[in-house]
């Protein structure tokens, strides 16, 4: 079936802007995460949405992040007032929950996102 | 906190050679282990995961891991590397029974073979 997939794939944006960025995870998956890729840091955790509980959000890095999911499967990260630091590749992964043991997560082809 | 040490940033490898690449993981309790590849211009793929049981596990394209608890060690390896084994590789551990299961990721290989 179709894999996890994300919009839009590239985001040139200017300082101090918000910006948008989407995730439709695989159809059945209800453990969704954001990555946050980028050169100094490498792959970092954001946020994880798991069914209907709330949100970790222990992995955002300032309150100008934030994410939402929307009916159980498609997720909107949001960062305001973007700053140069912010340029990554987002990278977003679902999983099918089975009870935080043994999941496999696979990730969508990310959002580039390079703020000027 | 988890944390996961790659210690070969770049490897260059002419094809046919044989490939062992690193991964050792900090953390006191149980663990799944994952290596991910991300192929030029592609983006993360599974290789093969490592869960419970037989701890040498087996992946796709003829690779393959063995996890080394006393060595809090997953390394990966593949006996013949080909030219398309050219990619990024990065070792992921998240904390099994947690109910929450981040990925931790080394920093990553770069790999590169040559014809």
């Known amino acids: 079936g179709a894999g996890v997939s994300q919009s839009p794939s590239n985001k040139v944006t200017e300082k101090g802007k918000d910006v948008e960025l989407r995730c439709d995870p695989i159809?059945?998956?209800?453990?969704l995460y954001w990555y946050r890729q980028s050169l100094g840091q490498g792959l970092e955790f954001l946020i994880y949405f798991q069914g209907n509980s709330a949100p970790d959000k222990s992995g955002l890095p300032s309150d100008r992040f934030s994410a939402e999911r929307t009916g159980g499967s498609v997720s909107t990260l949001t960062i305001q007032r973007t700053q140069q630091e912010d340029s990554a590749v987002y990278l977003c992964?679902?999983?099918?929950?089975?009870?935080?043991?043994?999941?496999?997560?696979?990730f969508g082809p990310g959002t580039r996102l390079l703020v000027l | 906190a988890q944390s996961v040490s790659q210690h070969n940033h770049h490897v260059i490898l002419s094809e046919a050679a044989s490939l062992e690449l690193g991964c050792n993981y900090s953390?006191?309790?149980?663990?799944?282990l994952f290596w991910y590849v991300q192929y030029p211009g592609q983006h993360l793929q599974l290789l093969l995961k490592y869960f419970s049981g037989d701890p040498l596990v087996k992946g796709i394209k003829g690779f393959e891991a063995e996890f080394i608890k006393s060595k809090f060690s997953f390394n990966l390896r593949k006996p013949s590397v080909q030219w398309s084994d050219t990619a990024e590789y990065f070792c992921a551990v998240n904390a099994r029974n947690t109910g929450f299961q981040k990925l931790v990721f080394g920093t990553g290989t770069r790999l590169l073979v040559s014809p």
């Open positions: 992964a679902s999983s099918l929950y089975t009870g935080g043991t043994q999941e496999t997560q696979y």
């Open positions: 159809s059945g998956h209800t453990a």
């Open positions: 953390y006191g309790g149980t663990v799944n």
